[in-house]
């Protein structure tokens, strides 16, 4: 079994844009599309959890009064 390929952030939503523009092209057969659509999950996936993780980053560093406080994204616009 191949070992699970993985991207930068910004590489793996280039390609899953990629992806999505082949199958809106409309000219692949029905195997190419379900391995394309496949992909396009596991990216998906992956940026998610990219993005998810960067989001526990944030919540960690921002700081209050010199001490290190959790506060929601929701928290911040107002």
């Given at each position: ?29 029905l195997e ?15 940026c998610q ?30």
């Open positions: 079994m191949a070992a699970k390929k993985s991207y930068p952030f910004e590489q793996s939503l280039e390609k899953l844009e990629k992806l999505v523009e082949r199958m809106e092209e409309g000219d692949l057969s190419d599309s379900l391995k394309t659509f496949e992909e396009g999950i596991k990216l998906t996936r992956e959890q990219a993005l998810a993780k960067a989001e526990q980053k944030v919540k960690l560093l921002i700081e209050e009064n010199g001490e290190l406080a959790e506060v929601d994204f929701d928290d911040l616009d107002e």
